[in-house]
């Protein structure tokens, strides 16, 4: 039988994780096309790890590890939508999962457009605006 402890360390296991199990079918499909689905799937966990971190008592390591992780893996994903004025986006391509294909893929799915930009983004309105011009010259440079 578990302790109280142990239930309340379960339940905030389960808060934490349970994002990452829609996440992971959303992008692992077989027969459609998921790349759409990666960068906003990575701004909700990373928005849900921020968020839910501040609430827990005994997962606190282990959110704060997922982080580390995830901000290290998608680093050029993460980079390219919080990316400066003098960042250079050819020195953000070269990192992982830094394509422009990303961003791009986000864009034509009707599911998203640029409405992940206001909803997953925490950032002010003019970095909002920056990344709404990045995005619509990328689709003119990959288009042309």
């Known amino acids: 039988m578990f302790a109280a402890r142990e239930w309340a360390q379960l339940h905030e296991l389960v808060e934490l994780l349970d994002p990452f199990l829609e996440a992971t079918s959303l992008t692992e499909g077989d027969k459609v096309v998921t790349i759409s689905?990666?960068?906003?799937?990575?701004l909700?966990?990373?928005k849900h790890l921020r968020e839910v971190k501040q609430r827990l008592k005994y997962c606190n390591p282990v959110c704060s590890a997922l982080l580390a992780s995830m901000s290290s893996r998608f680093d050029g994903m993460l980079q390219r939508v919080q990316m400066s004025k003098v960042q250079i986006a050819s020195e953000v391509h070269?990192?992982?999962f830094g394509s422009a294909v990303y961003l791009i893929s986000a864009v034509f799915d009707p599911k998203f457009r640029l409405k992940w930009i206001d909803n997953e983004l925490e950032s002010d309105d003019e970095s909002k605006e920056d990344l709404r011009k990045e995005v619509t010259g990328c689709l003119a440079v990959e288009l042309s």
């Open 44 to 46: 909700v966990l990373m």
């Open 37 to 42: 689905f990666a960068l906003p799937s990575v």
């Open 94 to 96: 070269n990192l992982s």
